[in-house]
């Protein structure tokens, strides 16, 4: 059947979507009626199928900073659905090209440039957080109508962008859009998630890609931390939505027409609503950094405009067997690799560059040109030049091995089956995780669950008063613990102190265990260059674990072999420290223990074991 895909091109007024999920053997089209909300649990989940396009703004949902530009959470209530074949499809859009005037990108290379230079050194320099995407926009008009463009350009993407998660063209009063996302978000099918992140960007070039150029890829350091970064920050969202934590499958190459991808894939179960899950996982740290908090503040001050939809999602909900909104799925793609058109005519393409401590400003600015490049040529907006046939890269020798090698660095707790804890002393013993605005603290909340503990999360402002918890885990967070006029560094002084002074069972992680050194007496001053997703051996107290390391300051004490052992902090506790740089590594004394490290993270190979060993002390 192709009666309703024929209709859409002979009425330019009727709302439509017109889906290609990744494998597909057909296209999906929908027809329904647009209902705009205020909030994602206002998607009216009530029998019908809903795709929902939910902005960048939606995030302050969460509490997070965004510019505000009123763009809807709009939601296509679907009345009408026919599956088309693909073959049918192509052969039904339009095949002329869109008309595109001249056109360019609204930021220039100069100026883009110095923004990632600044974000480096302002933001990830001065340890507001690891990782951050930063965006600008091809920007370019038309005089076609929407739903005639929409349906074009779609119709290119699917015959010259491959891999793509979704292809997709939609069509709303004031709002057209097609785009060929590489990336699901997050989907939600019988209880099982899923969410999908992808970093890490090899450009394919003038020439066929070879297996050589793609292991000295594998082979970089600054694309497999930043996997490894993003990995890690919805791993933490994960542990927010699922009780029992998430697991880590992959790695995976996404090989696209001009690009290609690394990628991973976690998984678990989870009961909550979907609406809910999606509001959590607001949004892919792919396309806005880590920590999630503080990402979205750097957005707001380097970002002039709002973002629209760009690193917003398009989600599918449909109804499933059990009655209600309990028995939808969830399919929720990131709104990456797509053109928008407004009824005026403007043509915009945002892309975004991923900055970390390695990045360099002449790179950030290729990858934008990379990342956008797919999606113009598909509108007609720059030349499609021929492309030289690429191989299988997967297949290219030495390539598997490469990819999976990766895993040799990460965490096997996180890549394995988790079974449930052996029962020990720390069965049933309570904890609170205070959160310093780092979701970490999620994954740190289910390991203590691991070891058998009943632990909670608790936001740093709603802690209570004199809390009695068998332990408190004071939690890492971004900042300079320096900045006590900083509401949050001052309470977490105080806080800590109170308990401290208390003599009651403390573990202090990050941040917490700068606070806690600079009580001790200990200077604590910016590293030379930061460690943001790093992962070192170090000594803990006779132990070399394997740890992943997010920090830009660290407490330090006079270098040498016997530094450590020379040390008397205020109230005499031991410290582990390295000996050629004299950066502290973890303290502890009566009832207390503290790492600079993060045993949560995937980066940590034994964090589960160095956790268990401190956390043991603290509560002996």
């Known amino acids: 059947m192709t009666a309703l895909l024929a209709s859409l091109l002979h009425d330019d007024a009727l709302p439509f979507a017109v889906l290609h999920r990744r494998g597909a053997p057909e296209v999906d089209v929908l027809v329904g009626d647009v209902v705009d909300v205020e909030r994602l649990a206002d998607i009216p989940l009530e029998g019908s199928t809903v795709l929902a396009l939910v902005p960048f703004r939606q995030v302050r949902e969460r509490g997070f900073d965004a510019h505000d530009d009123e763009a809807p959470l709009r939601c296509l209530v679907v009345r009408e659905r026919e599956l088309v074949p693909l073959a049918e499809a192509l052969a039904l859009l339009p095949a002329e090209p869109v008309a595109i005037e001249a056109a360019g990108f609204d930021i220039p290379d100069a100026t883009y440039g110095a923004t990632v230079r600044q974000v480096i050194e302002e933001e990830i320099g001065r340890g507001e957080g690891a990782n951050f995407v930063i965006r600008r926009d091809f920007v370019s008009s038309t005089r076609a109508a929407p739903g005639e463009a929409v349906l074009s350009w779609m119709r290119a993407l699917l015959e010259h962008e491959q891999g793509a998660y979704w292809t997709f063209a939609i069509r709303t009063p004031g709002l057209a859009a097609a785009g060929a996302t590489p990336e699901r978000h997050v989907s939600v099918d019988d209880g099982t998630a899923r969410m999908n992140p992808i970093s890490g960007t090899f450009r394919h070039g003038a020439t066929a890609p070879t297996g050589e150029a793609l292991l000295e890829f594998l082979a970089d350091v600054k694309e497999s931390e930043e996997l490894f970064m993003v990995v890690d920050e919805e791993m933490k969202m994960m542990s927010a939505v699922c009780p029992d934590g998430g697991r880590i499958l992959g790695p995976y190459l996404k090989q696209m027409s001009r690009l290609t991808h690394t990628e991973y894939v976690l998984e678990g179960r989870t009961d909550l609503d979907v609406r809910e899950v999606l509001r959590l996982t607001m949004f892919a740290p792919t396309v806005t950094g880590s920590p999630m908090g503080n990402a979205c503040a750097v957005i707001a001050r380097h970002e002039t405009a709002p ?314």
């Open 307 to 620: 973002r629209g939809y760009y690193s917003g999602v398009l989600a599918l909900f449909e109804p499933g067997a059990s009655p209600g909104a309990e028995g939808y799925s969830l399919d929720a793609p990131i709104l990456i690799r797509t053109a928008y058109l407004d009824d005026a005519g403007r043509v915009t393409v945002p892309v975004g560059a991923t900055l970390v401590r390695h990045s360099t400003p002449e790179g950030e600015v290729a990858e934008t040109h990379a990342k956008a490049a797919g999606v113009l040529m598909a509108i007609g907006a720059v030349e499609r030049p021929a492309a030289a046939p690429a191989p299988v890269l997967y297949e290219e020798p030495g390539v598997a091995e490469a990819l999976a090698s990766r895993n040799d660095r990460l965490a096997a707790f996180w890549l394995r089956p988790q079974s449930p804890p052996a029962p020990s002393e720390l069965t049933g013993l309570s904890a609170i995780v205070v959160d310093h605005e780092d979701q970490f603290t999620t994954m740190l909340a289910h390991q203590l669950r691991h070891l058998g503990l009943d632990a909670r999360v608790v936001h740093w402002d709603a802690v209570p008063e004199g809390a009695s918890a068998d332990l408190v885990v004071f939690g890492p967070g971004p900042g300079d613990p320096r900045r006590l006029q900083d509401p949050r560094m001052a309470t977490l002084h105080r806080r800590l102190g109170e308990r401290l002074d208390a003599g009651l069972p403390t573990l202090a992680v990050c941040l917490s265990h700068q606070v806690l050194a600079m009580r001790e007496g200990l200077e604590i001053e910016p590293l030379l260059a930061p460690r943001q997703g790093v992962r070192l051996e170090v000594d803990v107290f006779g132990e070399r674990p394997a740890i992943g390391f997010y920090n830009t300051f660290a407490a330090r004490v006079e270098p040498g072999p016997d530094a450590a052992a020379g040390t008397r902090t205020r109230h005499g506790l031991e410290v582990s420290a390295d000996a050629a740089t004299g950066v502290v590594h973890a303290l502890r004394g009566p009832k207390v223990a503290s790492v600079q490290g993060h045993l949560e993270s995937v980066l940590s190979s034994d964090g589960l074991a160095t956790l268990e060993r401190l956390v043991r002390h603290a509560v002996a």
